[in-house]
């Protein structure tokens, strides 16, 4: 069973630009969430989406978003890069139907670099 | 506010001993905990959970103990292999959203 594809593996932009990260879940996951990993604050939850709506979010400024489609395939963006914004940035999938607590099974991340 | 807490950075252990990691947290409001290993580049790998309506809970080699009074929870690793050497995470869930602790390095000694 193929495991939660994060892509690109690794990205560098420059301040001021945009960024969009991909993931797909495991297939017949419908919960896809995001966080970002820095050494400094460790892993941080950004948003949860389930069919395509968000059900939770994270402390972080409007400039992070996301969005999930009806294949349950997500992406997250991420405008005006600052160079704070370096990070892992990791997509994790889980069934997601009831209470949701079920665990979450991560991809290995995309390695964001702002210069 | 740091509301799940790994307070050990790090810990060693012998091969073939008993692992203990432990993890505090401050919020009632956690349904679940679970507890992952992150190896350098790749991402966490999810290893066992427990409902906050249970004590304990076993697989394999690896149990985790929660005591809500306290608000803390364990995990034993029993017997402890090489291969176990990585970064341990303990995480609180509620209302879709996880709260990861910062994480212990373990390293078990052959």
């Known amino acids: 069973k193929a495991g939660v594809t994060q892509t690109p593996r690794y990205l560098i932009k420059t301040r001021g630009q945009q960024v969009t990260l991909s993931c797909s879940p495991i297939?017949?996951?419908?919960?896809v969430s995001w966080y970002q990993q820095t050494p400094g604050q460790g892993l941080q939850f950004l948003f949860e989406?389930?069919?395509?709506?968000?059900?939770n979010k994270g402390n972080f400024p409007g400039r992070f978003s996301g969005r999930q489609f009806s294949n349950s395939r997500s992406e997250m963006n991420v405008s005006t890069l600052e160079l704070g914004d370096s990070a892992l940035y990791l997509c994790a999938s889980s069934l997601g139907g009831g209470n949701g607590n079920q665990p979450q099974h991560f991809g290995d991340g995309t390695r964001l670099s702002i210069l | 506010d740091q509301q799940v807490k790994q307070n050990s950075p790090s810990l060693s252990v012998q091969e073939g001993r008993i692992s203990i990691l432990n993890c505090d947290y401050t919020n009632s409001m956690f349904d679940y905990f679970l507890w992952y290993k992150k190896y350098p580049a790749e991402g966490p790998t999810f290893l066992i959970s427990i409902s906050s309506i249970k004590d304990k809970n076993e697989d394999g080699r690896f149990t985790v103990f929660l005591n809500k009074s306290a608000k803390h929870l364990s995990l034993h690793i029993v017997p402890s292999q090489p291969g176990d050497s990585a970064v341990y995470f303990c995480?609180?869930?509620?209302?879709?959203?996880?709260?990861f602790g910062k994480g212990t390095l373990l390293t078990v000694n052959p």
């Open positions: 989406y389930f069919s395509e709506t968000q059900r």
């Open positions: 995480a609180g869930g509620s209302n879709y959203k996880l709260t």
């Open positions: 297939s017949g996951h419908r919960s």
